[in-house]
């Protein structure tokens, strides 16, 4: 067939905006198929590999990793203290115009009693749309979806302002020496970042409607105090008014009753407002009192009552779990103590707290002793909700789900406060999960351990998305 000369200039235009719209429009496909048994197959691989910590083992899933990256071409370093607890770094390297993203998971689980589960925990069984295992929600799901993600990224040659950094670290379940305290202390250059994406938060589904989506952007702080009381050692049959385990019922009593100061900060302010803005009407009056305290006395005590998580970020928590006294029925015990788990709001005066808590138990037998700083997180203030990274994933979490997102302050604890007080721009994120999953023993660290497929997949698209948004070249060179 011949062609004309005007014919031939259409063509020759075709081809070139061709060869210049494919990359893009490559880069952006989403829920291919191939893509989908390829992060199915790595996903399940790593899941089979049992690093239940202690002992941990780590190196099994770092081998892995490591194979399935350099095969790739890609610049990956092994980091270990301890050769059978290893962290695995890979790099994409980036124009240098804007600092790197870092997405990071831990590859070790907690351990399981497999005589509860009804599918093996180390065998990646998948049924009815479900895939079971430990670690499919924490957090063996991350470090599939960050594999995946750099995987893609290098193949379509994407082209990066920022580096993007993949960080499958060991030791996170529990703490300990051999992870991000590790890579901090000795290789900060080499995981050091603008921003960084880890577990922590997630897509809330209810009754089989999401319902919003969450960003966990800063985390309480975990102190322990131990509490002994000392009193005069008698026979059981003579009581004394010295009883040390008396004394010591009276103070944990007297601290149960003590309620340390509301105290919202930007993260838990804005969580409020926007969950009013979802709620019923009734459930939008209860939180929007909170957001003035003055009004808010009934709906903190139903918040206490019913919702027990959100009432904790609404303070700095105590909560007595060890008592240890006594030894004999007949004995009068010198000593009895307990442990007090303290989860402090981000910004508290530990010293300040620990005072008011002496005069709160007002009694010369107690003491406060052992007081044990923060032994795995430190303190560090809330990653900013106006950067550019939380503008990303909420505009990602509303494409992908149809979700608003909430800013969430975590009770609990993640290897992000690490990076937080080096001033990384920290935010945790997650797949879709059903709230009826936790209460019937399918969540994270639960007797079982499952996630939807459909929901693996997407989040796998979901953190793609969002990485290709704030380190490519059309976006990273954006300003917060």
Same mark, same amino acid.
């Given at each position: 067939m011949r062609f004309g000369r005007t014919e031939l200039t259409i063509i020759l235009l075709l081809i070139g905006l061709t060869a210049f719209v494919s990359p893009l429009l490559a880069q952006n496909v989403e829920g291919e198929p191939g893509i989908e048994a390829e992060s199915l197959r790595h996903f399940q691989a790593i899941l089979r590999l049992d690093t239940s910590n202690p002992p941990g083992n780590e190196r099994l899933v770092v081998d892995y990793l490591r194979k399935v990256l350099e095969s790739e071409g890609i610049e990956t370093r092994i980091f270990a203290r301890d050769p059978q607890r290893p962290n695995l770094v890979a790099r994409l390297r980036g124009t240098g115009r804007a600092r790197p993203v870092l997405i990071m998971g831990h590859t070790d689980v907690v351990p399981v009693d497999a005589s509860k589960w009804k599918f093996p925990p180390f065998a990646a069984v998948r049924d009815g749309g479900y895939i079971y295992g430990r670690g499919t929600v924490d957090d063996k799901l991350s470090v599939a979806a960050g594999l995946m993600t750099i995987l893609q990224l290098k193949r379509r040659g994407v082209e990066l302002d920022r580096d993007v950094i993949f960080l499958a670290e060991a030791s996170e379940e529990g703490g300990g020496p051999n992870g991000i305290t590790f890579m901090v202390e000795n290789y900060w250059p080499e995981i050091?970042?603008?921003?960084?994406?880890?577990?922590?938060?997630?897509?809330?589904?209810?009754?089989?409607?999401?319902?919003?989506?969450?960003?966990?952007?800063?985390?309480?702080?975990?102190?322990?105090?131990?509490?002994?009381?000392?009193?005069?050692?008698?026979?059981?049959?003579? @009581?004394?008014?010295?009883?040390?385990?008396?004394?010591?019922?009276?103070?944990?009593?007297?601290?149960?009753?003590?309620?340390?100061?509301?105290?919202?900060?930007?993260?838990?302010?804005?969580?409020?407002?926007?969950?009013?803005?979802?709620?019923? @009407?009734?459930?939008?009056?209860?939180?929007?009192?909170?957001?003035?305290?003055?009004?808010?006395?009934?709906?903190?005590?139903?918040?206490?009552?019913?919702?027990?998580?959100?009432?904790?970020?609404?303070?700095?928590?105590?909560?007595?779990?060890?008592?240890?006294?006594?030894?004999?029925?007949?004995?009068? @015990?010198?000593?009895?103590?307990?442990?007090?788990?303290?989860?402090?709001?981000?910004?508290?005066?530990?010293?300040?707290?620990?005072?008011?808590?002496?005069?709160?138990?007002?009694?010369?037998?107690?003491?406060?002793?052992k007081i044990l700083p923060n032994a795995t997180r430190p303190a560090a203030p809330p990653s900013r909700l106006d950067a550019v990274a939380f503008r990303v994933i909420e505009s990602n979490y509303q494409r992908l789900y149809g979700a608003m997102t909430l800013p969430t302050m975590m009770t609990g604890g993640t290897d992000m406060a690490y990076l937080r007080a080096r001033g990384v721009q920290c935010y945790g994120i997650g797949p879709l999960l059903d709230s009826e999953d936790g209460p019937l023993g399918f969540g994270a660290h639960s007797d079982q351990e499952r996630i939807l497929e459909d929901s693996f997949h997407k989040f796998v698209r979901f953190q793609h998305a969002v990485v290709l948004e704030l380190a490519g070249r059309s976006s990273a060179n954006r300003q917060d």
């Open positions: 050091e970042a603008e921003f960084c994406l880890a577990e922590g938060g997630g897509v809330i589904r209810t009754g089989n409607q999401v319902r919003f989506a969450t960003v966990a952007t800063t985390e309480k702080i975990a102190h322990t105090i131990r509490l002994v009381a000392r009193g005069v050692a008698g026979h059981g049959s003579v @009581p004394l008014r010295s009883n040390a385990i008396v004394h010591l019922s009276q103070a944990i009593a007297r601290i149960a009753a003590f309620r340390t100061d509301l105290r919202l900060n930007e993260t838990t302010r804005i969580y409020f407002e926007r969950i009013a803005a979802l709620s019923s @009407p009734e459930e939008a009056r209860r939180f929007r009192s909170i957001l003035d305290d003055r009004t808010s006395e009934a709906a903190q005590e139903h918040l206490a009552i019913n919702q027990p998580r959100l009432y904790s970020t609404l303070r700095t928590s105590i909560s007595p779990n060890i008592i240890k006294g006594g030894y004999l029925r007949n004995v009068i @015990p010198s000593e009895a103590e307990a442990t007090l788990d303290i989860r402090a709001v981000p910004d508290e005066d530990m010293t300040a707290l620990l005072e008011r808590l002496r005069q709160v138990v007002d009694d010369p037998a107690i003491s406060f002793e």
